[in-house]
């Protein structure tokens, strides 16, 4: 099978791999929309929920990893409660991020940006460092004037911080990634 | 008789809403509710972290649990996120043996699965007497209208928080309800705020942020009453940008449950951190009698 | 003894896989075998010819005939052995098809296992015993329970038909739900006026006894004789003296909710629920009454001219003897409470698919009015909301109500014809529109009436000023959709009556996960149950429409009629018997028996022992195996018959 | 006269299988119907309900050299005597606790249920059951019962 226009035909082995990390299979959906209806989100999506969930029946890989709903979606368990067929939707669009961040789909990089300061925030310091994010973000990403409007009147609350606070077990946290960096390797 | 947790303050608690550690500590205090702060803490790795490498989140989040569990104390957290990120890994290694053996082989200190993981929300809502939030009442908060927004991850998933109903949530309601507030029908209360989204695409959050700002002022609110550092955030913070960008002129104070909590029992709105918020809130109740009461 | 073993090929079907020239060779060498052969198909009328021939030729007093599976040809060889002379419990099968050569590729392998199974027989039947099947007397009496559609037309038909009937309806009134709709798809006539003359023809035919405000307490018995306990529930009004003139309901002062008009509106504490009411007859609801509950009022006494009033009326148990059982109790709507999301019980102006046909009914609580129910305005945009209670796993109903795509059809046409400048959205998955001219039906509503069918499931609704927010997605534009309703109509599914279970119990059929009544078999036995005797009409056996639930009476009638044309039936021989030298009278097989088939028998010297009811005996064995001195045994599968078999298996 | 027993001289084992009339008994004919491909193993004795089953036969055909036994009625809640298949299961449980003070190991018996659609559900069974007894190999010890 085919989809006009596309190059790429059916990959079953990706869903199946999908499947068992969501524990059900994407057949269950019967295209209802109920996912889509509340979505708070679903006006940034270029796929709704439901599509996504059609795409995969139909082992479209590559469009489903391209997806910028993907990177939009805000895990919020809207869709996932309201599912007649008990699928969790929310959990699939996450499993699905991380692949298509593993396989260098990268729809929004601004958001990836953003996710990636986070992370080695905490592998820095153990801790968020506010401040610190929201420059290096700033920076990064050449948006300088990003949240700009907010700072001053941020920084006359007197809750930011300009230092990080860096915890004792920082060497613990550095091992957590760098374990799970090798771990990963020895895999592939 | 004094409940003991150990506390998982979050990073926001210690920056951003710090006002929620404040009052978070100064109510649990009132409720005989005693907290130990979890010595040397890490980040829980909120949404990017799981959203990067799902078992890092649960590595994260289980050397806290493991910390916890040498005070043989169950966790707490005020963040619903720094919650859901603690009790999904809990559960899971709880679940999964392999899982544990995993994830306890990246970390220096093995968690046993030892404890149990609440949300502050959780606690106020099953721990506590309501005749003892009763009790606790100075000023009632009488005439004050409140739309309790809970946002997504107070009331979902089903599984984290499983001691409400995730469509229909009511336990800020009834924590509320002592205190003499006057409980508005917020229909949006589980709506979502754009939650993290602030950092990178501030236009999606100023849409929800709209949306949920028009239907507190529809349903009259003077206040909306949160429990989550983001959702906070993101309707104080933000409000003035969403005024900016959508020409309305929205001026609604967002307060922490806590703060609303504290206010009733007699704190000051000094105390409580009032003033650090964006949207000032100056509908302090029996304002006069606050005076009279602190006077006592 | 003589054994004669017949070895089918039916066809290549054995034949292709099992040597049978074989298994007849070794069958030629097992005990008491003095004829074996085999053909190519038994079952043909050349084939019984030849066993049949054979019995007599060879003076045959056993057979065995090993081909298909006995529940394919038991029946036709053993009424072969009758026509032949012989006993026919005399005969046995041995399954070389269904469990052997259709699941066996290996030759070898198949004709051995054949071989076994035909000595199993061989040693089976050398065991076996005459049987005869006993006669027994049959009430020729139908009771029918619910007074639904589907009840009466199976009430009217078994009537006709030459039989009194005993009609038992737990409401106040028959009619079941179809009193309750407008109109009707597909032809939208009106409900009422088709089944108002029924509920009437009822009332006025004779060899009907109608029983409203009954119920059914208890049934023992079998086939042609089950005796029924039917509880006649305090009415606290004299029926014999009440005219249904309504003069105490005008001036009772307690309101309650209005079941019937599924609490759209209000009623009083003394009632009838709608003015065709049959029988047309109030009752009080104890509950309710204030002089029941505060011991003051007793207007209705003193407005009653005819004295009609008893305060005193206590339930009553009678009993009827009736030889088939109509089971007819039809459904419930789905309470959409469950749809929080929905706000259904929060939001006044959200409402279920049966109070809105109360709403446009013109006998109505509003008089056919479509009014908001919050503030009785005229709504405009009215949303509908298929599949609610149906069609959704998360919610524990995966089945499909069959009937609401077409009732939401219906209610589009209708609010069109109402209220000429509204606009109906219907949110649906699938349009299930199979039926005659149904589908053509659907076409009128989009095409004519202007129904606005969107393709998706609505995920909330919430209020928002006056108007409530309806969220849902168009799926095949791929968008979310906002729709700000006046009136918001939940069509909800269709589900058995709470009480289900308890009645299926009483009735000892079985009932499937929801609540339905099992039927016999799902293509070829759909109105017949389990228990003989006991038949199904209707809503309470799966969602179905009023055509199908007047086919299902018509069909239950005529299947009971069937039964009840015999004036004896034979019953089974395959029954336990009790050899009454070994029986100590313990009882312990009365205890576990589910039939109630065992009775206590006074020998001549005070000795009690135990004794089956043959005719109540269903053969399940269970008490042969309580009983702790092997007094008691099922025919035809006794210990010897079985050891026997365990021993030629695996001699 | 040549009686002399046939089951399967290639594998060693055998296999005797108690099926109630109504569910399973239909459920292994539906697995023939469909044509499911089965051990040739497996002999099937024909009862009318997994109630009716006296502890002894299964006892009895140990004793008389099956390697293992299969019980197989409706599903609980499914039978067509209402209640036979509980009383079934209550006795057949006590049993497998019983086997091994017999010297039988209780792996060789087994009850379930299979209802008249489950065709797959019993291919599966039968399969996997024969197999398991085909790695336990022929029962040695012969249990005496009177
Ligand atoms: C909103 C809606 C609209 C519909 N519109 C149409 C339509 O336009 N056209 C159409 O063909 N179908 C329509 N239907 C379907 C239709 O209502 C049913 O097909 C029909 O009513 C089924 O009839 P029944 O006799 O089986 O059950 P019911 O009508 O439910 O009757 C059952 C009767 O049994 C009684 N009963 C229940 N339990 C007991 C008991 N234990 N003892 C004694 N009595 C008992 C009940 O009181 C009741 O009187 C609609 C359904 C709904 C929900
Ligand atoms: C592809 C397909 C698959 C189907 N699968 C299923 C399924 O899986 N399950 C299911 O429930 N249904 C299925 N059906 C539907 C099913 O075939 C029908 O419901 C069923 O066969 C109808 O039975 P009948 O007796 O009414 O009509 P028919 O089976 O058509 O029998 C009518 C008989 O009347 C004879 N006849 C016609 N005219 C005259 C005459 N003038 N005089 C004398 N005799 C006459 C015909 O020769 C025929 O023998 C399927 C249908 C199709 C097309
Ligand atoms: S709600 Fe569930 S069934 Fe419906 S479209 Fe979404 S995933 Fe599919
Ligand atoms: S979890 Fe994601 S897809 Fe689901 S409703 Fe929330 S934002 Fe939309
Ligand atoms: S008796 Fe059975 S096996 Fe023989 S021909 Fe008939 S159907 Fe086939
Ligand atoms: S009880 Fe009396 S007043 Fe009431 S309806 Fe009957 S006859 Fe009329
Ligand atoms: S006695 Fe009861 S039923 Fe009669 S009028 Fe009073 S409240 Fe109504
Ligand atoms: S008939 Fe239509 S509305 Fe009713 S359950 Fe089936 S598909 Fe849904
Ligand atoms: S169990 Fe056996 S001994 Fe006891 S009463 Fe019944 S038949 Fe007689
Ligand atoms: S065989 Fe079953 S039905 Fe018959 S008497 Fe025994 S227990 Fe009762």
Redesign the interface.
């Given at each position: 099978m085919r989809l006009k226009g596309q190059t790429r035909t059916v990959d079953r082995e990706f869903v199946a791999e999908v499947e068992s990390e969501i524990d059900t299979a994407v057949a269950a959906c019967?295209?209802?929309?109920?996912?889509?209806?509340?979505?708070?989100?679903?006006?940034?999506f270029d796929?709704?929920p439901?599509?996504i969930l059609r795409l995969m029946q139909l082992g479209q890989k590559e469009m489903v990893l391209r997806s910028e709903s993907l990177w939009?979606c805000?895990?919020?368990?809207?869709c996932?409660?309201?599912?007649?067929?008990?699928i969790?939707i929310?959990k699939l669009m996450?499993v699905l991020?991380?692949k298509a961040?593993q396989e260098g789909y990268v729809a929004?990089h601004?958001?990836r940006?953003?996710?990636?300061t986070?992370?080695n925030?905490?592998a820095r310091y153990?801790?968020?460092f506010?401040?610190g994010?929201?420059g290096t973000?700033n920076l990064k990403?050449g948006d300088l004037f990003?949240?700009a409007?907010?700072g001053p009147?941020?920084l006359a609350?007197?809750?930011?911080?300009f230092l990080p606070?860096r915890?004792?077990?920082r060497r613990?946290?550095r091992?957590?990634?760098d374990?799970?960096r090798s771990?990963r390797k020895g895999k592939r | 008789m004094t409940i003991k947790y150990a506390y998982y303050p979050g990073?926001?608690l210690?920056?951003?809403?710090?006002?929620y550690n404040v009052s978070t500590r100064l109510v649990c205090q009132d409720l005989d509710i005693e907290l130990v702060e979890i010595p040397?803490?890490?980040?829980c790795?909120?949404?990017?972290?799981?959203?990067?490498?799902?078992?890092?989140s649960s590595?994260?989040s289980a050397?806290n649990l493991a910390l916890a569990e040498s005070f043989k104390l169950n966790v707490m957290a005020p963040c619903p996120k720094c919650f859901n990120r603690l009790k999904e890994a809990d559960l899971e290694m709880k679940d999964n043996p392999d899982h544990l053996r995993e994830i306890n082989?990246?970390?220096?200190?093995p968690y046993h699965k030892g404890v149990q993981v609440k949300s502050l929300l959780q606690v106020l809502y099953q721990d506590v007497d309501r005749e003892l939030i009763s009790c606790r009442v100075k000023i009632p908060l009488e005439g004050l209208r409140v739309a309790c927004y809970y946002g997504?991850?107070n009331a979902?998933?089903?599984d984290i928080n499983d001691f409400q109903n995730?469509?229909d949530p009511t336990s800020m309601e009834e924590i509320l309800a002592p205190l003499g507030a006057e409980l508005v029908d917020y229909p949006l209360k589980?709506?979502?705020c754009?939650?993290?989204?602030?950092?990178?695409?501030?236009d999606?959050v100023l849409?929800?942020a709209n949306e949920l700002l028009e239907m507190a002022t529809l349903v009259g609110a003077d206040v909306i009453a949160v429990a989550c550092p983001l959702c906070q955030q993101n309707l104080d913070?933000?409000q003035?940008?969403v005024n900016?960008r959508y020409g309305t002129r929205y001026n609604i104070p967002i307060l922490y449950l806590t703060q609303l909590m504290g206010l009733a029992f007699g704190h000051s709105s000094k105390e409580l951190w009032l003033d650090?918020h964006?949207v000032k809130f100056r509908k302090l109740p029996g304002a006069t009698q606050a005076v009279s009461s602190g006077a006592r | 003894m003589r054994i004669g073993v017949f070895v089918c090929h039916c066809g290549s079907n054995i034949a292709g896989t099992v040597d049978c020239p074989r298994v007849v060779e070794a069958a030629r060498g097992f005990p008491h075998v003095v004829y074996a052969t085999d053909y190519t198909y038994l079952c043909a009328e050349s084939g019984q010819d030849l066993i049949k021939t054979a019995i007599q030729e060879y003076s045959l007093d056993r057979v065995v005939v090993s081909s298909c599976s006995p529940k394919m040809h038991e029946e036709t060889f053993r009424r072969a052995a009758r026509q032949a002379g012989l006993n026919p419990y005399l005969v046995e099968m041995a399954n070389i098809r269904e469990q052997c050569s259709w699941i066996h590729s290996d030759k070898e392998a198949a004709t051995r296992k054949a071989i076994d199974l035909v000595r199993k027989g061989v040693f089976k039947v050398s065991r076996d015993q005459e049987l005869f099947p006993s006669f027994f007397k049959v009430n020729k009496d139908v009771l029918v329970i619910g007074g639904g559609i589907a009840g009466i037309q199976a009430a009217l038909d078994a009537a006709q038909g030459g039989h009194r009937v005993t009609l038992v309806e737990k409401d106040q009134t028959i009619g079941g739900n179809m009193a309750r709709l407008d109109k009707t798809f597909p032809t939208l006539d009106c409900s009422s006026c088709i089944l108002t003359p029924r509920m009437v023809d009822v009332a006025v035919n004779e060899s009907i006894e109608l029983l409203a405000y009954h119920e059914v307490e208890e049934v023992k018995g079998y086939v042609g004789n089950f005796d029924v306990k039917i509880r006649r529930k305090a009415t606290y009004v004299d029926w014999s003296k009440c005219t249904g003139c309504e003069e105490c309901v005008g001036k009772c002062p307690a309101r309650i909710y209005d079941k019937f008009n599924q609490g759209l509106g209000r009623t009083k504490a003394i009632s009838l629920p709608f003015p065709q009411a049959v029988p047309k007859k109030v009752t009080i609801k104890k509950d309710f009454c204030h002089f029941f509950l505060k011991g003051k009022c007793r207007v209705c006494e003193k407005v009653c001219q005819f004295e009609a009033i008893n305060f005193d009326d206590q339930d009553q148990i009678i009993e009827r003897k009736v030889g088939a059982i109509v089971v007819a109790t039809g459904y419930e709507a789905f309470d959409p409470i469950a749809y929080l999301?929905y706000g259904f019980g929060k939001y006044k102006d959200v409402i279920t698919s049966l109070q809105y046909e109360r709403m446009v009914s013109a006998s109505g609580p509003t008089m056919g009015h479509i009014k908001r129910p919050s503030d009785g305005e005229e709504p405009k945009t009215i949303v509908f909301i298929s599949c609610v209670g149906s069609?959704?796993?998360?919610?524990g109903r995966s089945y499909c109500s069959v009937a609401c795509c077409m009732a939401m059809a219906k209610q589009a046409i209708l609010t069109k014809e109402h209220i000429p400048d509204s606009t109906s959205y219907l949110f649906y998955?699938d349009i299930r529109a199979g039926g005659k001219g149904y589908e053509e039906f659907v076409d009128r509503a989009r095409e004519e009436y202007g129904a606005q069918y969107v393709?998706?499931?609505?995920?909330?609704i919430y209020q928002k000023g006056k108007k409530l927010v309806v969220?849902?997605?168009?799926?095949l534009l791929?968008?979310?959709?906002e729709i700000e309703a006046d009136l918001v109509v939940l069509a909800v599914g269709i589900a058995p009556p709470q009480d289900a279970p308890e009645l299926a119990q009483k009735l000892n059929i079985s009932y499937d996960q929801y609540g339905f009544f099992v039927e016999s078999h799902p293509k070829l036995r759909p109105v017949e149950t389990n228990t003989t005797g006991v038949f199904l009409a209707g809503a309470c056996q799966a969602p179905m429409d009023i055509p199908a639930s007047v086919a299902q009476g018509s069909a239950a009638a005529a299947k009971a009629l069937g039964l009840l044309a015999k004036d004896e039936l034979e019953a089974s021989p395959i029954v336990a018997s009790v050899e009454i030298k070994r029986c100590v009278g313990c009882f312990k097989c009365e205890a576990v028996c589910p039939f109630s088939a065992i009775q206590r028998q006074e020998l001549r010297d005070g000795i009690m022992v135990s004794n089956v009811i043959s005719t109540v005996c269903k053969g399940c064995g269970l008490c042969g195996v309580a009983c702790p001195t092997g007094a008691i045994k099922v025919n035809g599968f006794t210990d010897e018959q079985i050891l026997a078999e365990m021993e030629a298996l695996l001699l | 006269m040549d009686i002399s027993n046939t089951l399967d001289q290639k594998n060693g084992i055998k296999i005797v299988a108690f099926l109630c009339n109504w569910c399973s008994y239909g459920g292994a004919d539906a697995a023939g119907t469909a044509r499911l491909k089965q051990p040739p193993q497996v002999r099937i004795i024909r009862i009318p309900c997994s109630g009716w089953i006296n502890p002894l036969y299964p006892l009895k055909a140990f004793n008389e050299g099956a390697d293992g036994v299969l019980i197989s009625g409706c599903h609980p809640g499914d039978c067509h005597y209402a209640e036979g298949n509980y009383y079934a299961r209550r006795r057949l449980e006590v049993l497998g606790h019983f086997l091994p003070f017999m010297g039988i190991d209780p792996q060789r018996f087994r009850y379930s249920w299979i209802s008249a659609t489950e065709a797959q559900e019993w291919q599966a069974l039968i399969t996997e059951f024969t197999e398991k007894i085909r790695e336990l190999g022929p029962i040695k010890k012969h249990v005496e019962v009177s």
């Amino acid at each position: 099978m085919r989809l006009k226009g596309q190059t790429r035909t059916v990959d079953r082995e990706f869903v199946a791999e999908v499947e068992s990390e969501i524990d059900t299979a994407v057949a269950a959906c019967y295209q209802c929309g109920k996912c889509t209806a509340d979505c708070p989100l679903s006006f940034s999506f270029d796929y709704t929920p439901n599509q996504i969930l059609r795409l995969m029946q139909l082992g479209q890989k590559e469009m489903v990893l391209r997806s910028e709903s993907l990177w939009y979606c805000a895990t919020c368990y809207t869709c996932t409660i309201r599912c007649p067929k008990e699928i969790d939707i929310a959990k699939l669009m996450s499993v699905l991020l991380i692949k298509a961040r593993q396989e260098g789909y990268v729809a929004d990089h601004k958001i990836r940006l953003a996710q990636e300061t986070f992370v080695n925030s905490v592998a820095r310091y153990g801790r968020i460092f506010e401040a610190g994010l929201v420059g290096t973000y700033n920076l990064k990403s050449g948006d300088l004037f990003n949240n700009a409007d907010i700072g001053p009147r941020l920084l006359a609350t007197g809750k930011l911080r300009f230092l990080p606070h860096r915890i004792k077990g920082r060497r613990e946290i550095r091992k957590i990634f760098d374990r799970l960096r090798s771990s990963r390797k020895g895999k592939r | 008789m004094t409940i003991k947790y150990a506390y998982y303050p979050g990073c926001s608690l210690e920056s951003l809403a710090r006002e929620y550690n404040v009052s978070t500590r100064l109510v649990c205090q009132d409720l005989d509710i005693e907290l130990v702060e979890i010595p040397d803490w890490n980040c829980c790795g909120a949404a990017p972290a799981c959203q990067v490498d799902h078992m890092l989140s649960s590595a994260l989040s289980a050397r806290n649990l493991a910390l916890a569990e040498s005070f043989k104390l169950n966790v707490m957290a005020p963040c619903p996120k720094c919650f859901n990120r603690l009790k999904e890994a809990d559960l899971e290694m709880k679940d999964n043996p392999d899982h544990l053996r995993e994830i306890n082989n990246l970390l220096e200190k093995p968690y046993h699965k030892g404890v149990q993981v609440k949300s502050l929300l959780q606690v106020l809502y099953q721990d506590v007497d309501r005749e003892l939030i009763s009790c606790r009442v100075k000023i009632p908060l009488e005439g004050l209208r409140v739309a309790c927004y809970y946002g997504c991850m107070n009331a979902r998933p089903a599984d984290i928080n499983d001691f409400q109903n995730p469509e229909d949530p009511t336990s800020m309601e009834e924590i509320l309800a002592p205190l003499g507030a006057e409980l508005v029908d917020y229909p949006l209360k589980t709506y979502c705020c754009g939650a993290a989204f602030g950092l990178a695409r501030v236009d999606l959050v100023l849409r929800l942020a709209n949306e949920l700002l028009e239907m507190a002022t529809l349903v009259g609110a003077d206040v909306i009453a949160v429990a989550c550092p983001l959702c906070q955030q993101n309707l104080d913070l933000r409000q003035l940008q969403v005024n900016a960008r959508y020409g309305t002129r929205y001026n609604i104070p967002i307060l922490y449950l806590t703060q609303l909590m504290g206010l009733a029992f007699g704190h000051s709105s000094k105390e409580l951190w009032l003033d650090k918020h964006f949207v000032k809130f100056r509908k302090l109740p029996g304002a006069t009698q606050a005076v009279s009461s602190g006077a006592r | 003894m003589r054994i004669g073993v017949f070895v089918c090929h039916c066809g290549s079907n054995i034949a292709g896989t099992v040597d049978c020239p074989r298994v007849v060779e070794a069958a030629r060498g097992f005990p008491h075998v003095v004829y074996a052969t085999d053909y190519t198909y038994l079952c043909a009328e050349s084939g019984q010819d030849l066993i049949k021939t054979a019995i007599q030729e060879y003076s045959l007093d056993r057979v065995v005939v090993s081909s298909c599976s006995p529940k394919m040809h038991e029946e036709t060889f053993r009424r072969a052995a009758r026509q032949a002379g012989l006993n026919p419990y005399l005969v046995e099968m041995a399954n070389i098809r269904e469990q052997c050569s259709w699941i066996h590729s290996d030759k070898e392998a198949a004709t051995r296992k054949a071989i076994d199974l035909v000595r199993k027989g061989v040693f089976k039947v050398s065991r076996d015993q005459e049987l005869f099947p006993s006669f027994f007397k049959v009430n020729k009496d139908v009771l029918v329970i619910g007074g639904g559609i589907a009840g009466i037309q199976a009430a009217l038909d078994a009537a006709q038909g030459g039989h009194r009937v005993t009609l038992v309806e737990k409401d106040q009134t028959i009619g079941g739900n179809m009193a309750r709709l407008d109109k009707t798809f597909p032809t939208l006539d009106c409900s009422s006026c088709i089944l108002t003359p029924r509920m009437v023809d009822v009332a006025v035919n004779e060899s009907i006894e109608l029983l409203a405000y009954h119920e059914v307490e208890e049934v023992k018995g079998y086939v042609g004789n089950f005796d029924v306990k039917i509880r006649r529930k305090a009415t606290y009004v004299d029926w014999s003296k009440c005219t249904g003139c309504e003069e105490c309901v005008g001036k009772c002062p307690a309101r309650i909710y209005d079941k019937f008009n599924q609490g759209l509106g209000r009623t009083k504490a003394i009632s009838l629920p709608f003015p065709q009411a049959v029988p047309k007859k109030v009752t009080i609801k104890k509950d309710f009454c204030h002089f029941f509950l505060k011991g003051k009022c007793r207007v209705c006494e003193k407005v009653c001219q005819f004295e009609a009033i008893n305060f005193d009326d206590q339930d009553q148990i009678i009993e009827r003897k009736v030889g088939a059982i109509v089971v007819a109790t039809g459904y419930e709507a789905f309470d959409p409470i469950a749809y929080l999301e929905y706000g259904f019980g929060k939001y006044k102006d959200v409402i279920t698919s049966l109070q809105y046909e109360r709403m446009v009914s013109a006998s109505g609580p509003t008089m056919g009015h479509i009014k908001r129910p919050s503030d009785g305005e005229e709504p405009k945009t009215i949303v509908f909301i298929s599949c609610v209670g149906s069609r959704d796993r998360a919610k524990g109903r995966s089945y499909c109500s069959v009937a609401c795509c077409m009732a939401m059809a219906k209610q589009a046409i209708l609010t069109k014809e109402h209220i000429p400048d509204s606009t109906s959205y219907l949110f649906y998955i699938d349009i299930r529109a199979g039926g005659k001219g149904y589908e053509e039906f659907v076409d009128r509503a989009r095409e004519e009436y202007g129904a606005q069918y969107v393709r998706g499931r609505v995920s909330k609704i919430y209020q928002k000023g006056k108007k409530l927010v309806v969220k849902g997605t168009d799926t095949l534009l791929g968008m979310p959709i906002e729709i700000e309703a006046d009136l918001v109509v939940l069509a909800v599914g269709i589900a058995p009556p709470q009480d289900a279970p308890e009645l299926a119990q009483k009735l000892n059929i079985s009932y499937d996960q929801y609540g339905f009544f099992v039927e016999s078999h799902p293509k070829l036995r759909p109105v017949e149950t389990n228990t003989t005797g006991v038949f199904l009409a209707g809503a309470c056996q799966a969602p179905m429409d009023i055509p199908a639930s007047v086919a299902q009476g018509s069909a239950a009638a005529a299947k009971a009629l069937g039964l009840l044309a015999k004036d004896e039936l034979e019953a089974s021989p395959i029954v336990a018997s009790v050899e009454i030298k070994r029986c100590v009278g313990c009882f312990k097989c009365e205890a576990v028996c589910p039939f109630s088939a065992i009775q206590r028998q006074e020998l001549r010297d005070g000795i009690m022992v135990s004794n089956v009811i043959s005719t109540v005996c269903k053969g399940c064995g269970l008490c042969g195996v309580a009983c702790p001195t092997g007094a008691i045994k099922v025919n035809g599968f006794t210990d010897e018959q079985i050891l026997a078999e365990m021993e030629a298996l695996l001699l | 006269m040549d009686i002399s027993n046939t089951l399967d001289q290639k594998n060693g084992i055998k296999i005797v299988a108690f099926l109630c009339n109504w569910c399973s008994y239909g459920g292994a004919d539906a697995a023939g119907t469909a044509r499911l491909k089965q051990p040739p193993q497996v002999r099937i004795i024909r009862i009318p309900c997994s109630g009716w089953i006296n502890p002894l036969y299964p006892l009895k055909a140990f004793n008389e050299g099956a390697d293992g036994v299969l019980i197989s009625g409706c599903h609980p809640g499914d039978c067509h005597y209402a209640e036979g298949n509980y009383y079934a299961r209550r006795r057949l449980e006590v049993l497998g606790h019983f086997l091994p003070f017999m010297g039988i190991d209780p792996q060789r018996f087994r009850y379930s249920w299979i209802s008249a659609t489950e065709a797959q559900e019993w291919q599966a069974l039968i399969t996997e059951f024969t197999e398991k007894i085909r790695e336990l190999g022929p029962i040695k010890k012969h249990v005496e019962v009177s």
